[in-house]
């Protein structure tokens, strides 16, 4: 359950920049609402990619590209990320990581070796409900710790949020904001249902963009900047 993708480049996973998407397998969480559930749910079924040859790629693509942005799945699983994300800085560029949060001690490794220069969390709902995310066992607490270090860390840090009803209203905004009180960016992001990893969430109704905007005010007052994305 390694890497499981490799794709072209992209302007808007890694702000002002051009980087390579690289996808990894499998996760620590089943949240019914995911966006990406084959990998999540089946990463066997996607052949895994040789370490050797993707960097090599990466290296000829050195030319016209910045940085990696290292996304799953949840790429934290998996033992292979660090020593991956040092051949990465070998080549002198910059690293993305996407994450759940819910490896305090790696993300903290990580930024203490400088392998990443931009990490973006993923703020679900309330830290309480996260043992609903998952059919096996999860501990809040790994993502508050997570929150804290990351509250001084010398990388650039982005939250996320999707705005899934059930799951998102202004409350758990509230609850959020708090724990991440100061932060330099948070982005309310609408919810599309039809990719949902569960048949339950594929009906859920979107909240309207007047509502996320309503959210995205309520961040506004815990963060440097609060952005919305995905909404018309």
Sequence with gaps: MGIKGFQGTSLLDFPGRIASLVFWGGCNLTCPFCHNPPLVLEPESYPDLDP????????????????VVVSGGEPTLHSELLPFLQEVK???????????????????????????DYLAIDLKTSPQRYPE????????????????LC????????????????????????ELGELIDGAQLWALQQYHPEHALCEKAQGLKPYSSEQVQSFAGIAANYVQRAIMRGCS
């Design 90 to 116: 070998a080549l002198d560029l910059l690293v993305k990581l996407d994450t759940n949060g819910l490896a305090p001690q790696l993300i903290a490794e990580l930024i203490d070796k400088q392998l990443i």
């Design 151 to 174: 509250a001084d860390a010398p990388v650039e840090v982005e939250y996320r949020t999707t705005c899934v009803p059930g799951w998102i209203d202004e409350d758990v905004i509230i």
């Design 52 to 67: 050797v040859d993707l960097l090599a790629d990466l290296a000829d693509r050195k030319s016209f590209i910045d940085g």
């Design 133 to 148: 995310l998952h059919s096996g066992a999860v501990s809040p607490d790994k993502l508050v710790e997570t929150l804290r």
